[in-house]
């Protein structure tokens, strides 16, 4: 469980890292177009799992919106659901920290207690990308990837490419 | 989930060449001296040839040798490496690697600018520090090229493709336990790759993806195939110990035979 939640996690900053870089050049408009909740939630841990189980804030969408089709419910049986904690990843950016719900060996949530909110801008960027995160990230759990490949990456360019998130990982 | 994540893993990135430059090391301690120092002369040495080499700077020996200011016999001798290297690669890809009269980064005017060579070969030189690194496993990444090694007691590293209109989605896998994917194509920045038969950008292909033993060979052999456009596969194909893929201008993707499925 370990070893799926490490890379899980890895996969959720490389998302994050996008959907922060992406989505800033969207409109308030655009931003505002998925209302979101954040909802305190809390995981049944088992003892003596690693990384230590934690509770930590959840994003979901609203019911009504419906933005997620591929979402699983948040709910989680008790006992099955386990809660792992990413380091902070810090990054030119701004810090990064995920947090990943595991059930039954699949991710049933992903939470974001850390990411750059320098200005109002930030925030309402998150409050769009988070929730549309989650389907990213059950949608990527198949790709399993250390690295990328691709047309040359600037410096500039840097923060958009999955390779930065790969790196937020993994950063002592 | 397969074991890759099972070894632990310690990243470092920084920004040289004016690319990110990023190092994944797996092995048990990757704390302290060993690791650490490596991986400090690794970038360091790119450093190095950043600065006797870049068309970016002024008081690089590659400007002050194209201003006539510097003999090539007076220049660091990494220089007239890359200048032969460069005249090598003219030759084993028919002319389709040209480094002569390239638009300058800064002004635009035809200059000689080896630069598509340099990541390459630079990368794959400074790894030579990892030869220390006995029982690590070890990815160097410099904006999208990338070199592996991994030893027999780890898995092999999982390499993924960038789709050339969406580069947040990965177009395939491919699995290295030692060798290079280099990948050349105007995702990022735009149409930068110039035919030397009109010296004019072409988007003839949307991307090239070329693996195979060296950095320095894969990555001139996807600029050349780039620049070369529909006719670069057969090329490709006929290049002995590396493989290819090629993602159309209409966005069709086609590999050379020997491309290894995953």
Known sequence: ?172 | MTATAAVPRRAWVEQTMGLPISIHVRGDRLTGDDVEHLVAAVFADLRHVDAVLSPYRDSSDLSAWERGALRLADADPILAQVVALCDEARQRTDGWFEPRELPDPRTGEPRYDPSGLVKGWAVERAARYFDALDGYGWCLNAGGDVLVRAPADQPAWRIGIEHPDDPARIMRVVERRAGAVATSGSAHRGAHIIDPRTRRPTTAVRAVTVTGPTLLWADVYATAAAAQGSTALPWLDAVAGYHALVVTRSGLVRTTGSWPAT
Do not use: C
Not at chain 1, 65 to 76: C, L, Q, V
């Open chain 1, 1 to 172: 469980m370990r070893r799926i939640s490490l890379w899980l996690l890895s996969t959720v900053a490389a998302v994050v890292l996008l959907f922060t870089y992406r989505t800033s050049t969207n409109s308030p408009a655009d931003a505002s177009a998925a209302p979101t909740t954040i909802n305190e939630q809390t995981t049944t841990s088992t003892p003596g799992a690693s990384p230590t189980p934690t509770t930590s804030p959840s994003v979901s969408t609203s019911p009504e919106t419906g933005t997620s089709p591929t979402s699983e419910p948040t709910t989680s049986t008790a006992g099955a659901a386990k809660t792992y904690t990413g380091s902070v990843a810090s990054t030119r950016w701004g810090n990064v920290q995920v947090t990943i719900t595991v059930t039954n060996g699949k991710i049933t949530d992903v939470a974001v207690p850390v990411y750059p909110t320098e200005n109002h801008k930030d925030q309402e960027i998150n409050a769009y990308a988070l929730p549309v995160l989650r389907q990213e990230t059950l949608a990527a759990q198949s790709a399993n990837i250390d690295t990328v490949s691709g047309a040359t990456v600037t410096s500039d360019g840097y923060l958009e490419s999955l390779q930065a998130a790969l790196d937020a990982a993994h950063l002592a």
